[in-house]
């Protein structure tokens, strides 16, 4: 399958910057997701890039580089209720793969100090 | 609001049952939908992909007499564990997408299922 790889585990204290990283392999890529899931809640969508380059939603910026297969998901000015998993997800066409499926990474788990 | 609803939220039941997890697009037409499974502190495992009108496609290792899927309409697809046991206990999220390969996926709140 597809490999894709991202820290298990980092912190941050409030109102700082943390940056996530996620690399992939994949035959067909087809686009990046970043999902941010809290304890014992479903995955909510955060961010989707499938062009080279930053996308910035409010505190939220995530950043692709296809060549490098490799994305970051930026936080700024961090609160508590940042404090969640964040999943790196990839959408891969290329041959066996289901047809718009994601490939999780295991998620980074990121608790924000106050 | 939720895009994706699904039910139950949580579900409590002897060993040898059968459970059945619904799960609807609320405001667009799904053609496809994803079952996954999350044991704790893992990342989500895609089980199986359900297609409108047509059988569902199970990942290698997924028993499909096991997890029976069934995707009648484009708003609702389910997933029947059948004669579940304790291993069987996980949280099971679904997902949809209105255009395949083409928007984001948005997720079911999920069910947390523990088998006794």
């Known amino acids: 399958g597809q490999n894709i790889d991202q820290p298990t585990e980092m912190t941050a204290t409030e109102g700082a910057i943390v940056q996530i990283n996620c690399t992939y392999q994949?035959?067909?890529?087809?686009?990046l997701f970043w999902y941010q899931q809290h304890a014992g809640e479903a995955p909510t969508f955060l961010s989707y890039?499938?062009l080279d380059g930053l996308e910035e939603k409010g505190r939220f910026s995530s950043f692709l580089s296809r060549s490098k297969g490799y994305s970051y998901l930026l936080l700024k000015e961090l609160q508590m209720k940042d404090s969640a998993s964040y999943l790196c997800?990839?959408?891969?066409w290329g041959r066996g793969s289901t047809l718009g499926r994601l490939y999780f990474g295991r998620g980074t788990q990121l608790t924000v100090w106050p | 609001g939720a895009v994706v609803s699904q039910h139950p939220s949580r579900v409590i039941c002897k060993s040898g049952t059968s459970v059945k997890i619904e799960c609807r697009s609320l405001?667009?037409?799904?053609?496809?939908m994803f079952w996954y499974r999350q044991f704790p502190k893992q990342s989500l495992m895609l089980m199986a992909t359900?297609?409108?009108?047509?059988?569902?496609?199970?990942e290698q290792g997924v028993e499909k007499d096991k997890f029976l899927i069934n995707h009648a309409s484009l708003t609702l697809s389910t997933l029947t564990v059948t004669s579940a046991h304790p291993e069987d206990s996980s949280f099971y999220i679904c997902?949809?997408?209105?255009?395949?390969?083409?928007?984001?996926?948005?997720f079911g709140d999920g069910t947390r299922l523990s088998i006794l």
């Open positions: 405001d667009f037409q799904a053609t496809t």
């Open positions: 890039n499938v």
């Open positions: 997902s949809a997408s209105d255009r395949v390969g083409n928007q984001p996926q948005h």
């Open positions: 359900s297609n409108e009108g047509s059988k569902a496609t199970y």
């Open positions: 994949t035959s067909g890529f087809n686009g």
């Open positions: 997800a990839v959408r891969d």
